[in-house]
């Protein structure tokens, strides 16, 4: 009788991995795309990564970005061209895999990836005291806050606060998913988020934290502006802490047998709610 191979066909295998792929070649991708996404990762003085059409033009259009890099492919440039779009630097002309090899596996860069400085970020004491701010509590999925980013900007909200712990970075697929919303809704990071309420609280904000638990229906509270709306993240909610620093807890009430919705569309809907309230 035949031995079977050294290595043993991996059969709990991750979409993505080829069929036949033994464990060893299974684990040595998993640690070659656990390191691609540590050097996606947002440090000190790393660049912002950007891909994708509405993200990298509306930073190419954002005065306050400064651009490092720009890779494009002949029809992505042909395109900025017809478009009017221009770059402070001078883009490199590459093929489409070069774009694909520096992004994760189910990445669609349209033929744009640029690098780029974060934007300045304002301190939560100075925020302007005007308007909707939405506050995150750890929520730590890209796709939903960047989707939360491109909701804030379409209700013109003044800014987005977040932990600095707990937080995905200002790229990546975060921008991709805000589609571009980046350069009109500040990004402002707080070490603690019990003391970033607390200021907004000193500023005159009203603050709000949004739970399908809520005593509360957001509809038919009294809002006034400025108002800080807090949203936990999936599955935990709000902390506990969080919960005792706003002013009140409201939930959105729901016509249907399902009570809570995932946190971008929370956000969204929070948002058109606040802002029907407001005005009348």
């Given amino acids: 009788m035949s031995r079977p191979p050294t290595g043993r066909s991996h059969s709990g295998a991750k979409p993505g991995t080829k069929p036949g792929a033994t464990r060893e070649q299974v684990e040595r991708r998993e640690r070659f795309e656990?390191?691609?996404r540590e050097s996606l990762r947002a440090d000190a003085d790393g660049p912002v990564v950007m891909y994708g059409w509405h993200t990298v033009t509306a930073?190419?259009?954002?005065?306050a970005r400064r651009v490092r890099k720009l890779l494009v492919t002949?029809?992505?440039?042909r395109r900025l061209t017809d478009e009017g779009i221009k770059s402070t630097v001078t883009p490199e002309i590459v093929r489409p895999s070069a774009i694909a090899e520096r992004l994760l596996p189910d990445a669609v860069h349209q033929g744009l990836y640029l690098e780029t400085d974060p934007l300045p970020a304002p301190a939560v004491e100075d925020l302007?005291?005007?308007?909707?701010?939405?506050?995150l509590d750890q929520i730590t999925d890209p796709h939903n806050v960047g989707a939360i980013f491109r909701?804030?900007?379409a209700f013109a909200a003044t800014a987005i606060v977040t932990t600095q712990r707990h937080s995905p970075d200002a790229t990546g697929a975060l921008a991709k998913a805000a589609s571009g919303a980046?350069?009109?809704v500040p990004l402002v990071s707080v070490q603690n988020l019990a003391r970033g309420l607390a200021a907004l609280k000193d500023s005159g904000f009203l603050v709000v934290g949004l739970d399908s638990s809520g005593d509360a229906d957001l509809a038919a509270?009294?809002?006034r502006s400025p108002l800080a709306l807090v949203l936990g993240a999936e599955g935990k909610?709000?902390?506990q802490l969080t919960k005792e620093t706003c002013d009140t807890i409201a939930r959105i009430d729901l016509p249907g047998e399902i009570k809570s919705l995932n946190v971008s569309n929370a956000a969204a809907l929070g948002l058109y709610v606040a802002s029907r309230n407001l005005a009348r």
């Fill in 74 to 77: 002949e029809n992505a440039a």
């Fill in 221 to 223: 509270l009294n809002l």
């Fill in 128 to 135: 302007p005291a005007q308007g909707v701010v939405l506050v």
């Fill in 237 to 239: 909610g709000l902390r």
């Fill in 34 to 36: 656990r390191a691609r």
């Fill in 182 to 184: 980046l350069e009109h």
């Fill in 151 to 153: 909701s804030a900007a």
């Fill in 59 to 63: 930073a190419l259009q954002n005065p």
